[in-house]
């Protein structure tokens, strides 16, 4: 077995389950050794009923009493049985698994792990979302309940105990077990890749192996272990970033300005025009974007901004600058979705304001000869814009006389995208715009090779935002307020953590929960989903009857995260909302309060915990998103790595750049001191090469 191997290498592994992995993007064995746990389970001790803490996932040893009971209700099948211990009973319940019933014998001891609640206290308003299994007990005492847990014998519970058991991402019909097997297979059976880290530089960073760490990613054998791996890893990510950084720093900064530019009557012209007064703090960066592009060097300016300070209008107005002196201009977005929205918002300003723009568009999903037109166009100058994703700048596409590319909600634009336009004859001056909340001191670290700009004031004149963070039973009278938005002529997103059943079954998921929130809502709503494994044109078409207000209710996953601006939606509801970063709920929370209306979140905190309340609610004290990535920082601690991410739009795969602060600060020392020797050596060039040739993973090369 090689790293490069097709995953049917693997024992297994047939075609039928290599579909499924596919679907995860793993192809290769090197592919499926990087797809690391996105979740860790550590089996403790059995508790014992009394001192079960409702909402909280636990293990207990319990005696079956008396016999299992299955009803009818509707279309599920519901098992109940009751279990004690010497601290007292709960019930359990199960749904749509009736065999149940001969598996679990009266009198025998079963371990079973799940998440307890207490159930039959409050009367049941408006719509439940549960099935109507239990009632409370008999007497309307409320009742100790666990619901679906999985049940384990005494030995097979010992065995998970001596292991932090790694949970991955999943796909229907794929199970954890399996992907567990295969991992261990190729630790077993496949040689790893080299450590290409120089062992003086390991031993004085106190740095894992890289063959060690890559084991005990996926199976530690201790808490400790596991964040020495992950600290391995992550620097790695962080070291090779910075070094490839290096490089692109030194390419462009003292480069001159190939396409100077002088301010124009339309540009001054464009702001008076507009509807609003543009804000002291976007002047300020217009000014700034000016004193570039008009200047003697080439620019390569960053532009940070909380969500909804108004970024477009200025990257707008810089590609009105450059069309205006007669070069082209492009704006590239992440998504597809994204730079559609673009498109049509410069077609309509241009119409508005009869701009010059003569503007085109350059997505993958487009079709093969609306391409070619597209391509014609550049080439040939009768286009001066282009709207795109990563489409816009591939080899086939040649420019007349490109001057500007802005990226939106997109951390860099990369060395090699660059180098790759300066060799068809451009020189472009980079404008990149990112609402990801960056302290200062990382921006300098991850920016060496920009200059900042910051917009830190909102347009006046907004409405803030009315938060709730409440627990799951709060859904009925959610449902009811959605509802009446709906009828007052608003529209909401619902944003669920995964895509569909089976990835996380603990977890609300966008395809089930569209169906819920439909049989919930009166049927005069449309309700419809968006999410990351759609094909981009069906992501677009529902993107575009959503901003045509033709839908309601939009569940999605985060993939709505970036940008989407829909002014008429009011009301952001988010389940899981625990599952999340603070600085990824402050995103979310971005894309409504963007209009006349009065706007509101809802966070489903399904974790009835003091922390997790405690961290939400720093959402409702505070709109100002460094603030709250720093204080969930604060709060979690250092020691809390995993699960939760702060920030999606950075490459690194394990790194965040906000809990791993540390680690970068330490990796950009190493790099400062180690290039000039890793270059000597090779080892620069050696890392790309392996990654090229699938042998190990390395940063997103299209970020550097
Ligand atoms: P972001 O910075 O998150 O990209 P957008 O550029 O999408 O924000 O702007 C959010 C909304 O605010 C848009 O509807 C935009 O038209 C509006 N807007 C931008 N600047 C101003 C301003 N100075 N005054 C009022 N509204 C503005
Ligand atoms: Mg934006």
């Known amino acids: ?140 005492m409320p009742a100790l309940v666990m619901e679906q847990p999985r049940i384990y014998k005494e030995d097979e519970y010992k065995n998970l105990m001596a292991f932090i058991q790694p949970r991955y991402s999943l796909t229907k019909g794929l199970t ?71 490089d692109s720093k030194a390419a ?8 100077p530019m002088l301010e124009t009557a339309e540009t001054v012209r464009f702001i008076e025009a507009l509807p609003y007064k543009l804000t002291n703090a976007q002047l300020k960066v217009i000014e700034e974007i000016k004193a570039d592009m008009t200047g003697e060097h080439v620019m390569s300016r960053l532009v940070q901004g909380d969500v909804g300070s108004g970024k477009t209008i200025v990257a707008f107005w810089a590609l009105l600058l450059s069309v205006t002196n007669g070069y082209q201009g492009a704006l590239m977005a992440p998504t597809e979705v994204l730079a559609v929205q673009h498109y049509e918002n410069i077609l309509s300003l241009t119409k508005k304001y009869n701009l010059p723009f003569k503007t085109v568009l350059l997505t993958g999903s487009q079709t093969a000869s609306a391409k070619r037109e597209a391509y014609k166009a550049l080439e040939e100058g009768s286009a001066n814009l282009v709207i795109g994703t990563h489409a816009v700048i591939q080899d086939k596409v040649h420019f007349k006389n490109l001057a500007l590319v802005v990226t939106d909600e997109q951390h860099r634009f990369g060395v090699r995208q660059r180098e790759n336009l300066k060799s068809k004859g451009n020189h472009p001056h980079v404008l990149v715009m990112s609402a990801t909340p960056i302290p200062r001191t990382l921006a300098i670290i991850l920016y060496g090779d920009l200059q ?67 049989a919930a809502l009166p049927a005069s709503i449309q309700v419809s989903y968006l999410h990351g494994k759609m094909r981009p044109a069906d992501k677009n078409r529902i993107m575009e009857s959503f901003g045509a207000g033709e839908i309601d ?56 915990n003091k922390e997790t309340k405690e961290r939400l609610e720093i959402l409702n004290r505070s709109n100002d998103g460094f603030f709250i990535a720093g204080e969930d920082l604060r709060l979690r601690g250092p020691g809390d790595l995993f699960g939760i991410r702060q ?9 965040d750049i906000y809990t791993d602060a540390g680690i970068l ?26 990654a090229e040739n699938g042998l190990l993973e390395c940063v997103d090369f299209t970020t550097i």
């Not at 462009?252 to 396409?259: A, D, G, I, L, P």
């Not at 920030?647 to 790194?655: I, Q, T, V």
């Not at 180690?674 to 620069?684: D, I, P, Q, S």
């Open 452 to 518: 900042i700009s910051i917009i830190d004031e909102l347009p006046s004149g907004r409405k803030a935002i009315k938060n709730c963070v409440v627990g799951p039973s709060y859904r009925p009278k959610a449902y009811e307020f959605i509802a009446k938005e709906v009828n007052a002529g608003r529209q909401v997103y619902c944003i669920c953590p995964m895509v569909e059943e089976g990835e996380m079954d603990d977890l609300e998921n966008v395809v089930e929960y569209t169906e819920k929130l439909r």
């Open 1 to 140: 077995m090689h790293l490069q191997s097709d995953i049917t290498t693997i024992k297994g592994v047939g075609e039928k389950s290599a579909t499924l992995f596919h679907k995860l993007h793993i192809e290769t064995v090197k592919d499926l050794l990087f797809f690391f746990p996105r979740d860790y389970e550590t089996f403790e001790e059995p508790a014992t009923i009394a001192d079960i803490q409702a909402g909280e996932l636990c293990t207990v040893r319990g005696m079956v009493t008396g016999q299992p009971l299955v009803k009818q209700v509707r279309n599920l099948k519901i098992l109940t049985v009751t279990v004690r211990d010497a601290t007292g009973s709960m019930q359990l319940t199960f749904f749509n698994m009736p065999f149940l019933k001969n598996t679990l014998k009266s009198g025998q001891f079963y371990l079973f792990r799940g998440t307890a609640q207490v159930k039959g206290q409050r009367k049941k308003a408006g719509i439940e979302m549960q099935p109507a299994g239990l009632q409370g007990s008999p007497l309307g």
């Open 252 to 259: 462009t900064m003292q480069e001159k300005n190939h396409t």
């Open 553 to 608: 209710v939009l569940v999605s996953t985060t993939v709505i995260e970036v940008g989407i601006n829909v002014p008429n939606a009011t009301v952001m509801m988010v389940e899981n909302a625990e599952r999340f970063g603070l600085a990824q709920l402050h995103q979310l929370r971005g894309r409504v309060g963007r209009g006349e209306h009065q706007s509101y979140c809802i966070f489903i905190n399904t974790k009835e």
């Open 647 to 655: 920030s999606g739009d950075l490459a690194f795969k394990l790194g």
């Open 665 to 690: 600060k330490r990796a950009s020392e190493a790099a400062e001191k180690w290039a000039h020797t890793l270059r000597e050596n090779g080892v620069v060039e050696r890392y790309l090469t392996q």
């Open 176 to 246: 954890n077990l399996a992907v567990t097997k295969a991992v261990k297979q190729i630790l077993s059976l496949c040689p790893m890749p080299e450590d290409i880290l120089p062992k003086e530089l390991l031993e004085k960073e106190n740095l894992m192996s890289y063959k060690e760490a890559l084991c005990a990613i996926h199976f530690p054998e201790s808490r400790e272990q596991l964040i020495k791996a992950r600290e391995r890893l992550v620097f790695n990510e962080f070291f090779f970033f910075l070094l490839l950084l290096r």
